[in-house]
């Protein structure tokens, strides 16, 4: 374990030898998310980061709405876990700190035109018919709030944070539940956040940007939550299906 390693690897990573090591056997399951977040000293949500990279390396999976199961099949040894990067709350905990104060400075600075094109970004974001869509305007959005500012080491910080999200393996797998849970970016939360800016009040402005990036959290810690009850529904129909099928034999 290396000082620079994530904290929901450092978990993902304890729980896999655990499960190497025999403390958690194939088909028994896992402390329920709060008690883990205990034991390892950490959020809840970087538990869920650490549950989604154990589902991704095929160790863990939900079960009929009871929680998270060590997998019954498990593989013959343990490869070196994948690359995934950073989490989305990790991401969302960067992104909060920045894009909130570069919207707070934005507001001082935001030009007539920045704030047309803002708007024409909502009226982007309200009319797209396709997902892919609607995420290119929210980020070309919070560019663009970023590139008010006039200062480009901003703009580099945010436009670097938005290529975080499409590298990181871990981080698109959860924007992809999300997305899969029909998630898509708010109008009126970027409604909210433009309102501020063209009243040029850089502590609303900053509180926007904030309760729309909190409500992001929300949507991901519900998605990856729905995610898991529904893999625990589709299992249980699939057993019921197989239970039947033997009765009729």
């Known amino acids: 374990m290396t000082g620079t390693q994530k904290l929901y690897q450092r978990v993902a990573d304890s729980i896999a030898s655990q499960i190497a090591g025999g403390r958690y056997l194939p088909g028994s ?3 329920p998310e709060r008690d883990l977040a205990c034991e390892f000293d950490v959020s809840r949500p970087t538990i869920r980061e650490a549950m989604i990279a154990l589902e991704i390396r095929g160790l863990v999976g939900a079960r ?9 099949t498990m593989p013959d040894s343990f490869p070196p876990p994948p690359e995934l990067d950073v989490g989305a709350f990790e991401l969302i905990e960067a992104r909060t700190l920045f894009e909130s104060e570069a919207a707070a400075l934005a507001a001082t600075a935001i030009s007539p035109e920045q704030l047309s094109d803002l708007r024409a970004l909502l009226d982007e974001m ?5 997902i892919g869509q609607a995420l290119d305007a929210d980020k070309r959005f919070h ?7 006039g200062n480009t080491l901003i703009v580099s ?3 670097m944070l938005w290529a975080v999200r499409q590298q990181s393996r871990l981080c698109e797998h959860m924007f992809a539940r999300a997305r899969d849970g029909g998630v898509t970016p708010r109008v009126n ?31 991901l810690l519900e998605a990856t939550r729905l995610g898991m009850i529904q893999k625990a529904q589709s299992d249980f129909a699939a057993q019921r299906r197989h239970v039947k099928t033997r009765v009729a034999v």
């Open 157 to 159: 910080i945010v436009e």
């Open 64 to 72: 009929r709405g009871s929680g998270i199961y060590v997998n019954a």
């Open 143 to 149: 560019v663009a709030v970023a590139e008010a500012t």
């Open 126 to 130: 309200d009319r797209s018919d396709e």
């Open 189 to 219: 939360e970027h409604q909210a956040i433009v309102d501020a800016l063209a009243a040029r009040d850089p502590q609303q402005a900053r509180e926007a940007t904030r309760c729309h990036l909190k409500r992001v959290t929300d949507d």
């Open 29 to 31: 399951r896992l402390p």
